[in-house]
Nanobody, 116 residues
Framework: QVQLVESGGGLVQPGGSLRLSCAASGSVRTIYAMAWYRQPPGKERELVARIIRGGTTNYTDSVKGRFTISRDNAKNTVYLQMNSLKAEDTAVYYC??????????WGQGTQVTVSS
């Protein structure tokens, strides 16, 4: 089994920054992609950013130019640097890992609140 542990969430003022981390441990096989999703209050979970095995990244339009996803392959860790945060970025952020063989795993989520 694979465990994902997220950290780095919290309360930040509009315009501020946060860095989320997600470390994978356990029976991690060959990783295809790691991603960050978020679920705002009362809304569905949505993809925020994804980094694929070869390093290709994808972002949802609302975070382009503000968020950066990166990965440390040696540590099986993915990061999400979030700058210029807005109130609408408030959500529970979830890490997701997908393996080449098709299995997928979720983290427990970390709360990000952007408020003055």
């Amino acid at each position: 089994q694979v465990q994902l542990v997220e950290s780095g969430g919290g309360l930040v003022q509009p315009g501020g920054s946060l860095r989320l981390s997600c470390a994978a441990s356990g029976s991690v096989r060959t990783i295809y992609a790691m991603a960050w999703y978020r679920q705002p209050p009362g809304k569905e979970r949505e993809l925020v950013a994804r980094i694929i095995r070869g390093g290709t990244t994808n972002y949802t339009d609302s975070v382009k130019g503000r968020f950066t996803i990166s990965r440390d392959n040696a540590k099986n860790t993915v990061y999400l640097q979030m700058n210029s945060l807005k109130a609408e970025d408030t959500a529970v952020y979830y890490c997701y890992l997908s393996e080449i063989l098709g299995s997928g795993f979720w983290g427990q989520g970390t709360q990000v609140t952007v408020s003055s």
